[in-house]
């Protein structure tokens, strides 16, 4: 047998930078309205606004535990979100502010999440990591690495266990690649047929072992791992919204109409650690490394800058988004502070069902058991 | 009143639920076309189909992790697990998604899950396939935990996991799969969370679950003709919830107790239960609690060291005439 010597693994690629004003010809953008566009625009700032704000107030202390920041990835869950209808789901991990913001839930709720209040939208139960809103078909939210990639294959096992045109949007970092739990959903996703896009936001580091020390994967990328399991792959630039959206409205289509898994991998970067508490996040990385991202790659100032060139915005709508989206942050740090703590009753409350619904109850016996 | 197998008590509560609800699907390894590994799911697929009863390759944290998900939409998968012991691939899924959803969303989801199969040591199959979680289930807030000793209970146990918009978690045994006792063909349900007195006695409480509930009725059967002490016999059938009522009337009017599990003694089912009787029947006590579980090691497989691992009725026989 001959001895094989492991060769480097292939950096991650940084893709060419996007051009936008050609990617916004493309069918699915093409005839995006001036009012859509603003809203897209309008949600990625404000994605960036709360998250600057929340960090802000995690350094005053008003936050507890973990803030992963979502910062510099706004265009994939905002363009991942305009494509949705009222029978698609989304699930991500715990980097899940932005999805959270996007699908139309409020600052005010959100915040207080992360400030532990009563007002927060799981009642201060579940934190920065774990945010719901099932009315908005928003599953979450999940803090362990992977934990919710099954989660996402049963969404689009029930839509099409109940004949329901939709899919299942999965979210995971490059990070979750290696998980087991994420293969044996590839498998089951794409053994199953399952409507389920599972969207790799790979923003080049699981916590702070770059892609390159952590990950064996095709020189085509880790998206490419979908050839195993015969599934649809394609690659994303995501500092383009556009692109995004091309790339994802593709993947769902697949998913809805011919009951299609894809895996897509999205590039992308963060410009804060992996938490807040990641101090070592420009040591991993270099501080030139960083600010080429926000310079040349920032997915909305590239917006801006195109909605600019095509008249749809001036610098004045781009001020007055901008500003309004910090109030609106600065209002929400507001609403948190002024909430309530949940009273002490509360941590035996949302834990079964039943308990909650006492005139349905058909157990007995004893379900808490302090004395 | 008819007699059938413990095994077929629980097929007749899946086909029961099946026929009633639309949403409920059999999901797990051979549970289909294989018609099952113990024969627990024979002949559904034919009955009901491929949509409903579907076999999933080996990758429980994927088919259980799954069936959380299918569950938050409103499907109700049972899901089979081929032993208890393969839980542990799936761990996250089965006690971080399931169990905490709920809370974490303040209440806005619910996961009506079940997830079925056999647990229990005694059958040759070495450490990695003999292990009896249901402490460590019942330790989850969020979760319930159901362990039947007769085949009256599978199917009444069975149908309120079915029903049940939480999480319900039932420990089968196969040494049990073949035991017959009487259940009627009606649509009956045993909630969860009530024991049940199996053989009433006036001289000492030996309590119980799963099977170490066959052990303890043969334990008492001995006691009785040959040391003249009347024990009655207390099926938990539920571990969370738990009947304390149940436990602590039968020990008011015993005055002592036998703890019998299969599980291991370190924070096993009996430490709960004990606590639950000092802290509520300590001026009942006539003598210190006794427990008998499973001796405190991996399970052996030797077949007959095995047998002396798990708590048989000589042990508990000399436990109760440690304290009688």
């Known amino acids: 047998m001959t001895k094989t010597t492991a060769q480097p693994k292939r950096a991650r690629q940084k893709p060419e930078k996007a051009d936008l004003s050609s990617e916004a010809k493309s069918p699915v953008n093409a005839d995006l309205t001036k009012d859509q566009h603003t809203k897209f625009y309008t949600d990625m700032v404000r994605i960036r606004r709360f998250e600057e704000r929340s960090l802000r107030a995690y350094q005053q202390g008003k936050i507890a535990g973990f803030l992963h920041l979502y910062i510099g990835q706004e265009s994939i869950a905002v363009g991942c979100v305009s494509l949705m209808d009222e029978n698609d789901h989304i699930i991500t991990a715990y980097r899940d502010h932005g999805h959270a913001l996007a699908v139309g839930m409020g600052m005010d709720e959100c915040m207080a999440e992360l400030y532990g209040k009563a007002t927060g939208c799981s009642k201060g139960k579940g934190g920065s990591m774990h945010y719901f809103d099932p009315s908005k078909r928003y599953w979450g939210g999940h803090g362990i690495v992977g934990g919710q990639t099954p989660l996402g294959a049963g969404l689009a096992y029930a839509l099409k266990y109940k004949e329901i045109e939709g899919c299942a949007l999965c979210f995971l970092g490059d990070g979750a690649i290696n998980q087991g ?20 936001e790979n923003n080049g580091y699981s916590m702070g072992t770059s892609q390159e020390r952590s990950s064996a994967h095709p020189d085509a990328g880790i998206a490419a791992r979908a050839e195993g399991y015969k599934m649809n792959w394609a690659h994303i630039n995501g500092e383009s919204i556009f692109d995004v959206r091309e790339g994802v409205s593709a993947a769902m289509k697949l998913a809805k109409s011919d009951s299609k898994p894809s895996l897509l991998e999205i590039h992308t970067y963060r410009y804060q650690g992996h938490s807040i508490a990641d101090a070592n996040h420009k040591k991993y990385r270099t501080k030139e490394e960083i600010e080429d991202y926000r310079k040349n790659h920032d997915p909305v100032s590239l917006y801006r800058d195109y909605l600019i060139d095509a008249k749809l915005l ?9 500003q309004a989206a910090k109030a609106e942050a600065e209002a929400s740090a507001q609403f948190a502070e002024e909430s309530p703590f949940p009273p002490e009753e509360d941590i035996l409350k949302d834990v079964y069902w039943e308990e909650d619904n006492p005139d349905q109850k058909t157990s007995g016996g004893r379900i808490f058991f302090n004395d | 009143m008819p007699e059938i197998t413990y095994r077929q008590a629980l097929k007749d509560a899946m086909i029961d639920e099946l026929e009633r609800d639309e949403n409920v699907v059999i999901i797990g390894e051979e549970v289909a076309q294989y018609n099952g590994a113990y024969k627990v799911t024979e002949g559904l697929l034919k009955r009901f189909g491929p949509k409903r009863i579907v076999d999933a390759p080996i990758s429980e944290a ?25 839980a542990y691939v799936a761990w996250d899924q089965i006690i971080n998604n399931a169990a905490s959803v709920r809370y974490m969303s303040g209440g806005l989801i619910n996961v009506p899950i079940v997830i079925r199969g056999p647990a229990n040591g005694g059958t040759g199959v070495g450490a990695t396939h003999s292990h009896t979680p249901e402490n460590f289930i019942a330790n989850t807030p969020g979760l319930k935990v159901v362990c039947p000793a007769s085949p009256y209970d599978a199917k009444g146990l069975m149908k309120s996991a079915i029903r049940d918009n939480d999480p319900v978690y039932v420990m089968e045994s196969t040494i049990m799969y073949n035991d017959k006792g009487e259940v009627p063909d009606d649509d009956y349900v045993v909630p969860i969370g009530q024991a049940d007195v199996k053989r009433e006695g006036s001289d000492l409480s030996l309590i119980a679950h799963g099977p170490s509930v066959l052990v303890c009725l043969e334990a008492a059967n001995v006691l009785s003709s040959e040391h003249g002490i009347e024990a009655e016999v207390v099926d938990l059938r539920s571990i969370r919830p738990l009947d304390e009522e149940t436990i602590i009337n039968s020990v008011k009017k015993t005055n002592r107790a036998v703890l019998v599990e299969e599980n291991k003694p370190f924070c096993g089912v009996g430490s709960q239960i004990s606590h639950t009787i000092q802290s509520q029947a300590f001026d009942y006590l006539d003598a210190p609690i006794q427990r008998a579980s499973a001796l405190d090691a991996p399970a052996i497989y030797s077949p007959p060291l095995e047998k002396k691992q798990l708590p048989k009725a000589d042990v508990v026989i000399k436990k109760a005439l440690e304290i009688c």
């Open chain 1, 181 to 200: 739990a994420f293969h044996e959903s590839l498998n089951l996703a794409a053994l199953w047929d399952l409507p389920v896009v599972y969207i790799v």
């Open chain 1, 314 to 322: 001036d610098e004045e709508g781009v001020k007055e988004i901008d």
């Open chain 2, 62 to 86: 994927g088919f259980i992790g799954m069936g959380i998900g299918a569950s938050m939409l409103g499907i109700r998968p049972v899901m089979e697990l081929m032993f208890w012991s393969f």
